[in-house]
Every structure is written in C-alpha cells, then in structure tokens.
C-alpha cells in the first residue's frame, strides 16, 4: 500500500483514469439519478410517453400474464454497459443528453402498448406484448442491441461521441394464468447477465411461467445432489505472464453436465446457488478442488497460483476465513498461491465487513483481488484502504483495445493505477496476439483469454500446461532458422 509520500502519485494516477475515462466517453451518471425514480422524477425534457415506473411496469406485466387475450409476453433487461462512476469521477455534465438519446432509440422500435422503464442509471426494462412468436422476440432484443450499440453523437466539444456496449437479456413467456411475473422478470435478469459472455451480447430465455418454476425446482434438487454428490467439475482458464508469455496462474470456474440437460449455465449455477442457500456449499467445492488439484500438479511439475470468486455472501460469513485456513491445512496448500477475487459490487456493499474480511485472509497469507474493475462503483478510496495484490481489468474494455482509442486510454489508466498501489493489473478477454502485445507494450503484468486458452478441465491442464510450454521454447528455435 502507498505510504503519504505517494500520495501525489496517487492522485495523478486516478486523475489519469478520470481524464481516460471522459476521453473515452462524455458521459456520467449524476444528471440522470433523478430518472432512476421512474416517470415522477423525470425532467420535461425526458420523452415520458410509455415511460412507467418499474414497479408499474411488473404491475401490467402480471395483468398481461393473467388476460387470456395477451398471446405472448416479452420482458427485456436491458444493460448500457457504460462504466459511469469512471466517467463521474471527470464530472462531465454530457450524461443527459446522452440518456435522451438512449430513450429516443428505444422508443423508436417501442409500440404504442410497449411500455419501459429506467430503473437506474445504467439499466432499462422493456414489456412487450402480443408477439406472436419466439422469433420475433429475438428480433426485438437484437435490434434494441444494434440500434444502441451505434455511437452516440453529443456536441460537448472534447469528444463528441459516447459508444456504449448494451447488453440484452430477454424472457418470452407463453400466456398462462396465474403466471408470476417476478419469474419473468428474473429470468430476464439472468439472461442479460448470461449476455456478457455471448459473442452478440444478447441471450433469450423461453419459458412457460408455472412449468418454468417446477423446472427450476427440479433443477435445484439436482444441483443440490449434484454437490452433495461431487458431480460438478472445476475447469481452469490460464493466466499468462505477458513478459515471459508463461502461464504463472489459473483461474477457477465451475462447470455442470447435466445427464439430460447438458452443459448447465455457470451463472446459473451461481445465481441458483445464491438463491436457493447452497452459495456456501458451491464455495467450499471449488475451494478444495482447486487445492487438491494444485497439489497434484505438484507432482507434475507444474507450480501455479489459483483464482477462486468470492461472493457477497461469503464475505458476510464469519466462518469463511476460518474454513479457508482449514482447507489450506488440509490439502498442505501454499497460501501464496491463492488468490480470493472480490467484485467491486460485493466490497462496496459493506465496507467495514469486507475490510476486516480481507484483513483476516491476508494474515493467513492469501492473496487479493478486485475483479471487474472499472464496470460499476469504481471508488479509489478503497484501493488504499484494502490489502489487494491484483486488479482485474474487465473484458469490456479489453475486447476492443485494438480498434478504440478510448479503451486504450482506459486501460493504460488503470494498469498505471494498479502500480500505483502496488497491485498486478490482469486484462480479461485477451483474444488475439496481437492484443496481448499491446497490453504488454501498456505494462500489464497478466493476460487471460481465448488467444491463450479456453477453460481447461482439470485432468487436461497437465497436458496443457506443458504442451504450451513446450510451444514456448519452439518458437525461438524455429524464429531462429
């Protein structure tokens, strides 16, 4: 951590993400936090027509779902994907034309029965009636998603054009009585975070309300043997050292072939998880598969730290620090070779309680990190506050860094923020060489991403880890003929 005599360091380092950030976008959040109240906030020269609180608007939805007139429901999350607090930070007063915008594209494709709602700065709802069809439900989230992806063009005189990265999840649900609307509204949620990973940044969800939640209750009773049973498997993305190209680490991702349903969705698996109390149960799973695994890689040759997310429900356990400790004793583990990753989201829920969470694994020699930097709260305060070794630059801004020049800026920034606190700065979505080198031209410590490898299961990652290795010292040779 920064001692005061780096203090003017510091500040240079976070104005420099700031600058980065307003340079990449002229947008911020504050002239909207109004509009997230819904149409009784709204200013007059926010389009109010069709526009409804999000409370009204689960409210139609549950009176669509139980009108036996309504042939199809459609409900959309939709996520700007704007990273605002890094753009708050340049205090740039473009953000309200910028949400004017969004609004008039939305309306745009909207029909007069449509309805939609701003539930934050960053989010929108939509409610779509009378679709006939699954296929034009698609339609309608992949062109909300194109029509918003266009770059916004706002006369602000630095730099006129704000490009957001929308991300659309979508519920279509066949009309049944008595349906739940929150089950749509869920499904929904969970489709536009399942958006992140997909290559159109657009998932659809189809299901029939009452069978939908008997399905999810089936489903948990599996997940919950599943766990019980140690059917679920551990893969593992490498982590690659963009000086010496090796992979040095890996991180830990769950995975789940159902016998019927195949490949089951990690996020999920997660959400359920949480929802449903076995949150704790999954944690430990991979915690201890993760430290056997490293033990028997061991007897490979093979010496890498491992990455585990941690949740906001973890950190509220008491008892996780301890069962970490324990598990680390039992598996002969060497602490320094795991490393716990936190979202920003969970830390900045309870600051006080994750401070002395993270106080208490770094005393048993864990490692730290902050993972998806730069997506939501991004405050800097913490980052001298908590004893974190590692900063995680989100794919979002890596994916592109070969054709924007803002997210250049932006990452640049926050490598050099990283040091500044004396932190590693890993890039997520790592997906060409040629990307990679740009990011070790930048002075990013750690690469992750397709370029490097898919997650790997745990039985092939020896075969892995030394065939790449191999490949390594191949190249020079051949180069050199």
Not at 28 to 55: F, I, K, M, W
Not at 112 to 130: K, M, N
Not at 205 to 210: C, F, G, N, Q
Not at 289 to 304: A, C, E, G, K
């Amino acid at each position: 951590m920064p001692t005061n005599s780096s203090d003017r360091q510091t500040t240079a380092a976070v104005a420099n993400v700031a600058a980065a950030a307003a340079s990449a976008a002229s947008a911020s959040t504050a002239a909207v936090a109004n509009v997230a109240a819904g149409p009784d906030a709204a200013e007059a020269d926010l389009p109010v027509s069709q526009l409804v609180a999000g409370r009204e608007l689960i409210q139609r939805a549950g009176e669509m779902l139980r009108t036996a007139a309504a042939s199809r429901a459609v409900l959309l999350v939709l996520s700007l994907n704007r990273s605002d607090r890094l753009l708050a930070l340049a205090q740039d007063q473009a953000s309200r034309p910028v949400m004017l915008e969004v609004v008039r594209r939305v309306r745009g494709i909207l029909r007069t029965h449509d309805r939609y709602a701003i539930v934050s700065h960053d989010e929108i709802w939509l409610l779509l009636a009378d679709l006939p069809t699954a296929a034009l439900a698609e339609l309608a989230a992949r062109t909300l998603q194109q029509t918003l992806s266009r770059p916004i063009h706002v006369d602000h005189g630095r730099r006129p054009v704000v490009q957001l990265r929308p991300l659309v999840g979508a519920a279509w649900m066949a009309q049944s009585l008595h349906a739940d609307p929150m089950v749509l509204l869920a499904a929904a949620a969970e489709a536009c975070q399942n958006a992140r990973r997909a290559e159109d940044h657009v998932v659809i969800t189809r299901l029939e309300s009452d069978e939908h939640a008997v399905n999810r209750n089936e489903l948990e009773a599996e997940l919950r043997a599943a766990l019980q049973g140690n059917d679920l498997e551990v893969y593992y993305q490498p982590q690659i050292d963009l000086k010496t190209r090796r992979c040095v680490a890996v991180e830990a991702l769950i995975r789940w072939e159902h016998p019927t349903r195949g490949m089951v969705s990690p996020q999920l698996i997660a959400s359920m998880c949480e929802e449903r109390g076995m949150i704790g149960q999954l944690t430990q799973f991979v915690l201890n598969n993760t430290l056997r695994h490293q033990m028997f890689w061991r007897t490979q040759s093979i010496d890498v730290s491992a990455a585990i997310n941690i949740t906001a429900m973890s950190l509220a356990d008491a008892t996780f620090p301890g069962q970490v400790q324990q598990a680390l004793a039992t598996w002969s583990a060497d602490p320094r070779r795991l490393t716990l990753e936190l979202t920003e989201s969970s830390i900045v829920e309870n600051e006080r309680l994750a401070l002395e969470f993270m106080n208490e694994l770094a005393r048993l020699g864990c490692h730290l990190a902050i993972d998806d930097f730069g997506t939501g709260y991004s405050s800097f305060a913490y980052l001298r506050q908590f004893p974190l070794n590692e900063l995680k630059i989100d794919q979002m801004f890596v994916r592109n860094i070969l054709k924007e020049e803002g997210d250049q800026r932006i990452v640049h920034a926050l490598v050099d923020l990283a040091h500044t606190f004396e932190m590693r700065a890993l890039a997520e979505g790592v997906e060409t060489l040629e990307a990679a080198d740009l990011l070790e031209q930048m002075g990013c410590d750690i690469g992750q991403g397709y370029h490097f490898s898919r997650p790997v299961p745990a039985k092939q990652f020896p075969l892995w880890y030394h065939q790449y290795h191999k490949s390594l010292v191949q190249q020079p040779a051949e180069a050199a003929a």
